[in-house]
Each structure stands twice: as C-alpha cells, then as structure tokens.
C-alpha cells in the first residue's frame, strides 16, 4: 500500500519571500510613487533598517545613497524602462555609517507589461574595499577615526593643506597613525596620480640611508656592480615620506637641506645633479623644535621641513575614541578573516578604557587581534585580553577603583568636554541622548547647578 503524501501548496508571496530572504543580496520593490514594498532580510543587515520599519516607507527615507536625491538608479528605471547594472554607489545605514554597495535596478512589470513598480538589489561592497585598502594601503581623511575634538580640528585641516603642495612635519609618539596622515595627504593632494615613497630614517646607518634616498652609481662602493635609484627618483612627480626623521645624523641632514634648498641631488658616485620634484612630508616621535635647542638636529634643515606642523595626540589623551576603533578592529577582523566576533563585553571595554595606551592606537590594535583569537567567535571578555595589560588594570583596582567609578570617570570627562550638554555628549560617545541620561542617573553624577541649562540639551 502506497503512503499518500500530502502536498502543502503556499501562496505566491510567501514563496517569494522565502527565496529573497535566501540570498544574500539585499532586495526591495517599490511602487510607482517610490513607496516601498517588499524588503529582504539581506537588505534589513545592509541598512540596519527593519523590514516592519522599511515598508510602506518613501525608499529615500531607507535607502539613503549619494544618488537619492541627483541620478537615483531606480527612478531612472522606472522612468526610462531602462536596466541599471552594477552601478557604485555609497549609502548610509541607520547607524550613521557609510557602506560602499554595488546597485541594479529594473521596472516590474504586470501580465499585460504594465510598469507597477520597480526592484532594486544591491551588494555590500565593504570587505572588497576593505581588502583593497589593506593591500595597497590607499587612505582618505575619511578612514582616519576619531570623535576627538583635536583630532577632528587636525582634519578639518588636512584637504587645504594637501592641496599646498608645502612640506609638512607631522610629530606623535609611536603609534599615532602618522604614515596614516601622511598616505591622506598625499592621497588628497595634486600629485595623488604619483607614487608615494616612504623611508624610516631611523632603521638604516648613514651609508645605507644616502644611498637609499639618492641612488648610486655602478662602483660607487664595493658590491655596486649596478646603477640603483634612490627614493627620490621613485618618488619623482608625487610624495617622499621621511619617518623618523630626527634620527638622522648631522652629515645626512647637510644632504636632505641641499636638496629642499637646490631641488638637486647627486647619486653616489655621480657629480651630475638630478632634479627632484617630490613633495617632502616628514615625521618623527621626538620634539624637533628640543632636538634643534638641544644641537641634535640643524635648524635651517628644521624650517624647510616645518612650513605646516601637524602635531597628534597620544590615545590616552583621546580616550572617547578607544570604543571606536575597538569597533573599527573587530569590524576589520571579522571582514577579512570571515569571523562573527559580536564586540567588547562592558567589563573589558572598562579595562581598555582605564589602560594608557604607551604603544597608542599601534598597541590597541594588536591587543585587539590577541583577544580575537583566543575568544573563538564569542564576546571579548576580560579572560581574552593580554595577561599584562590585564595585570597592570587589576593593580588599579585593588587601589579601590571600581568598574562603575572607571565608567563614571570616563563619562564626566566626556561631560566636562562638551560642557555637559547632552546631545553633544551623546553624538561624541556614539549613544543616544535617553542612554546617555539612564547612564548618569544609574551611576550617581552630579550634574553641577551652573550647567542646569545645559544638561537636557
């Protein structure tokens, strides 16, 4: 006897349904008045918008492109009747962060061809931008992250005087991010189209250095048994990057100043000067201005490099940005080595948070890929973090400090930095404003009476 088998028969839509949320393009339809429709789950991770939130809603309202309001891929379908493919655009998620995506539109159409509305699917395009980036090291102001005030003065900064064309001295401690400035800079500026050429000055002796930066001749030494060009030649047309450059003895100084005064150089072993257009930007971790009182470093060599001076402060004087680029870490680790890792637990984030930072933002970042590997793909605890740092946190506590006053120290600096105004607040540490309120309620601050206007602002 055969066993009958029921057949289950689900409607059309919810067929549909089951397929889009399927893939993993994200997917929405709208009608002729652009209202939104239908909603994917891939396109609800894309945006960070809720399906229930999504439909019924203007697509300009959810999808918010760099096109929404000039040559918006969908309106031209539906106006046209023409499909769009591939087409690059960035958007912006709910979060406030922008998504690079890949964009195609078409009309659908009814039984009798009728246009009743348009489909738009779109690719997230965020790790292939982000792998591009890490192999060819190509950097804007806007891969620079900070919600510091000085360093968002220091960017304000960077696109007039990229474009100067003037030599530039960046001073920070190790691990600051000043190859980051420097690669922004030049990646700004009229001679992007050129090769940005970067030597640590501090990691070759004299000899080695000279030739590295002016090329030498066949038999200019033993073992030259060919022509070599320098740096300078490499970097002709585009940007020479001086790391470290306090740490150049006196003679090579004499050789970088003839070359910034003249706009010549001679190879090793030649007497025939070659011209150098390049772009000088110079960086160091020392105080030149001390080097220069102290006879270490040549002052007249000091003033061509300084035309603008962009000094960046060490990560404990930028604390707020620490949750920041934790994120930024663990959002890098997970793209590129395909990992779930959710974040930082509270009682972690407090340990980072309370840390100086002596290797700055160099150090958070391996103290980062340390704990994601021992965490598998959960949560970041205490237990995944460095036992040194983790030593040196737990002293601090046993002096009496709690993970609640480490939170309320962090939150009254950031207060007294936006002059307790809420909103301000709330924007810097990348929260909402009712959060924001619950934490100082919960954790006993004292709001002072002379900021009483300013404090449900």
Request: charged content about 25%; proline content about 4%; glycine content about 6%.
């Amino acid at each position: 006897m055969s066993k009958t088998i029921k057949r289950v028969e689900y409607p059309a839509s919810d067929w549909t349904r089951t397929i889009l949320d399927s893939i993993s393009d994200g997917v929405f339809t709208v009608d002729c008045n652009m209202v939104i429709t239908s909603f994917n789950r891939a396109a609800e991770e894309i945006t960070g918008v809720r399906v229930d939130l999504a439909i019924g809603r203007p697509c300009c309202e959810v999808f918010r492109s760099d096109l929404c309001e000039s040559v918006c891929p969908l309106k031209h379908s539906l106006r046209s009747g023409e499909q769009i493919v591939n087409q690059t655009v960035c958007m912006t998620r709910a979060d406030g962060t922008s998504v690079p995506i890949s964009v195609s539109s078409s009309t659908l159409n009814n039984a009798n061809g009728e246009v009743i509305g348009g489909v738009e699917t779109f690719r997230d395009l965020s790790l292939v931008t982000e792998l591009r980036r890490h192999l060819q090291k190509e950097y804007t102001c806007g891969d620079i992250i900070s919600r510091s005030h000085r360093m968002r003065d220091l960017l304000s900064t960077l696109p007039d005087i990229a474009a100067s064309g003037c030599a530039v001295l960046i001073e920070g401690e190790s691990g600051t991010g000043k190859e980051l400035f420097a690669r922004s800079l030049h990646a700004q500026s009229k001679r992007c189209h050129q090769a940005l050429v970067s030597v640590n000055c501090g990691a070759l002796p004299d000899a080695l250095l000279e030739s590295e930066l002016f090329g030498h001749m066949k038999g200019a030494f033993t073992d030259a048994k060919f022509d070599r060009e320098g740096r300078f030649k490499q970097a002709d047309g585009g940007t020479l990057f001086l790391d470290e450059i306090g740490e150049t003895s006196p003679a090579m100084q004499v050789g970088l100043l003839r070359v910034l005064q003249e706009g010549t150089y001679e190879p090793l072993g030649s007497s025939k000067p070659r011209k150098a257009d390049v772009r000088i930007i110079a960086a160091t971790n020392r105080s030149l201005e001390e080097q220069v009182a102290a006879g270490r470093f040549r002052e007249d060599l000091y003033y061509r490099i300084n035309v603008v001076r962009l000094e960046l402060p060490p990560l404990r004087e930028r604390k707020e940005d620490v949750p920041l680029l934790i994120r930024h870490f663990v959002d890098r680790i997970n793209m590129l080595h395909e990992r779930t890792i959710p974040g930082v637990s509270h009682e972690a984030l407090c340990i980072l948070m309370n840390y100086e930072w002596p290797g700055n933002i160099r150090e958070l970042e391996n103290v980062i890929e340390h704990s994601s590997i021992v965490c598998g793909n959960n949560l970041i605890r205490p237990e995944h973090l460095p036992q040194t740092l983790r030593g040196k946190t737990h002293r601090t506590w046993k002096s009496g400090q709690t993970l609640a006053e480490i939170e309320s120290a962090a939150l009254v600096t950031a207060l007294e930095r936006n002059n307790w105004q809420r909103s301000a607040t709330a924007e810097e540490l990348g929260i909402d404003k009712t959060t924001l309120w619950r934490k100082i309620k919960r954790l006993g601050i004292n709001v002072p009476d002379s900021q009483a206007d300013c404090r449900m602002q």
